[in-house]
């Protein structure tokens, strides 16, 4: 919902509202300024916080970001945010945020995030949109690291490694899967392909029992939830065999208009495992 008159918005968001009030070429100076005096952000529990502009390119992170991510300013700042993403949440949960901030409300959920040297971390975060004359000319994401029963049920489901539903690897399974699997070319350089599969949901069950039949010996498969599939298959160094393999392990279930997908082969387009899942879920069409 939008932050009105009669709720108490976070003093992070009324600190940034006030720098807009100022010229645009004083915001992230202004804002840092404000931020910095603020009793809070000289503590532990400062929360994590960076402006993007509407796009999500990041203009200005604090030092609590740099602390929870391990990317310092100079490396985050004209990055865009999803350097962030741990590839934990789907296509369609970032499409329902988009559609939230866009819209010009506020977004808060509890989500798994990736930092610097490739370790999930949870938080929760909200995204505040910061409108100027009625329009978003940035947005402020404040994140507080969580570390309690969320945590604990990532680790149960690494520990327990199958989704039952569909008798793949679970997401986080599968994404430990590529981590290992990049480890692994360190010292035996292989071309391998990962693909974000997004599914039509009548399609998951057969699917799901087609691919895990099309799997060699060292490929896996994980489900994320939503229709989405994780494929890592060994040899394949272009898109378009990526795509062909996924078309011959569906081709009795799924009609070509059912499913979508998106490539990264390693390392030709990534050389560390949150990239390469990162840029296959980001080149789903």
Same mark, same amino acid.
């Given at each position: 919902?939008?932050?009105?008159?009669?709720? +108490?918005?976070?003093?992070?968001?009324?600190?940034?509202?006030?720098?807009?009030?100022?010229?645009?070429?004083?915001?992230?100076?202004?804002?840092?300024?404000?931020?910095?005096?603020?009793?809070?952000?000289?503590?532990?529990?400062?929360?994590?916080?960076?402006?993007?502009? &509407?796009?999500?390119?990041?203009?200005?992170?604090?030092?609590?970001?740099?602390?929870?991510?391990?990317?310092?300013?100079?490396?985050?700042?004209?990055?865009?945010?999803?350097?962030?993403?741990?590839?934990?949440?789907?296509?369609?949960?970032?499409?329902?945020?988009?559609?939230?901030?866009?819209?010009?409300?506020?977004?808060?959920?509890?989500?798994?995030?990736?930092?610097?040297?490739?370790?999930?971390?949870?938080?929760?975060?909200?995204?505040?949109?910061?409108?100027?004359?009625?329009?978003?000319?940035?947005?402020?994401?404040?994140?507080?690291?969580?570390?309690?029963?969320?945590?604990?049920?990532?680790?149960?489901?690494?520990?327990?490694?199958?989704?039952?539903?569909?008798?793949?690897?679970?997401?986080?399974?599968?994404?430990?899967?590529?981590?290992?699997?990049?480890?692994?070319?360190?010292?035996? +350089?292989?071309?391998?392909?990962?693909?974000?599969?997004?599914?039509?949901?009548?399609?998951?069950?057969?699917?799901?029992?087609?691919?895990?039949?099309?799997?060699?010996?060292?490929?896996?498969?994980?489900?994320?939830?939503?229709?989405?599939?994780?494929?890592?298959?060994?040899?394949?160094?272009?898109?378009?065999?990526?795509?062909?393999?996924?078309?011959?392990?569906?081709?009795?279930?799924?009609?070509?208009?059912?499913?979508?997908?998106?490539?990264?082969?390693? &390392?030709?387009?990534?050389?560390?495992?949150?990239?390469?899942?990162?840029?296959?879920?980001?080149?789903?069409?």
């Amino acid at each position: 919902m939008a932050i009105s008159e009669q709720q +108490s918005p976070p003093a992070e968001y009324q600190l940034a509202q006030q720098a807009l009030k100022g010229a645009d070429g004083h915001l992230l100076a202004a804002l840092a300024e404000r931020v910095l005096l603020e009793p809070a952000s000289q503590s532990r529990q400062a929360p994590s916080m960076f402006i993007t502009d &509407p796009t999500g390119l990041i203009l200005w992170v604090n030092a609590a970001f740099t602390q929870l991510t391990g990317y310092t300013a100079a490396q985050a700042v004209g990055r865009n945010a999803r350097l962030l993403s741990s590839g934990q949440q789907g296509r369609r949960f970032y499409r329902r945020m988009w559609e939230c901030i866009s819209s010009g409300q506020v977004w808060s959920a509890e989500t798994v995030d990736c930092d610097r040297y490739g370790f999930r971390y949870v938080i929760e975060q909200s995204i505040y949109p910061l409108l100027r004359c009625g329009a978003i000319h940035y947005y402020l994401s404040v994140h507080h690291e969580v570390a309690d029963q969320r945590v604990q049920r990532l680790e149960a489901e690494r520990r327990r490694g199958v989704d039952e539903a569909s008798g793949l690897l679970t997401g986080t399974a599968f994404l430990d899967r590529i981590g290992d699997r990049v480890r692994q070319a360190e010292t035996a +350089s292989r071309h391998f392909a990962v693909i974000s599969l997004q599914l039509a949901p009548a399609c998951i069950e057969a699917a799901a029992g087609d691919i895990r039949g099309a799997l060699g010996r060292a490929d896996c498969a994980g489900h994320f939830g939503d229709g989405q599939v994780g494929l890592l298959i060994n040899d394949l160094s272009t898109t378009a065999a990526a795509c062909n393999w996924v078309s011959q392990a569906l081709k009795t279930t799924c009609e070509r208009h059912a499913w979508q997908a998106g490539v990264a082969i390693f &390392p030709i387009h990534a050389d560390c495992a949150g990239r390469l899942w990162r840029i296959a879920d980001d080149n789903v069409p």
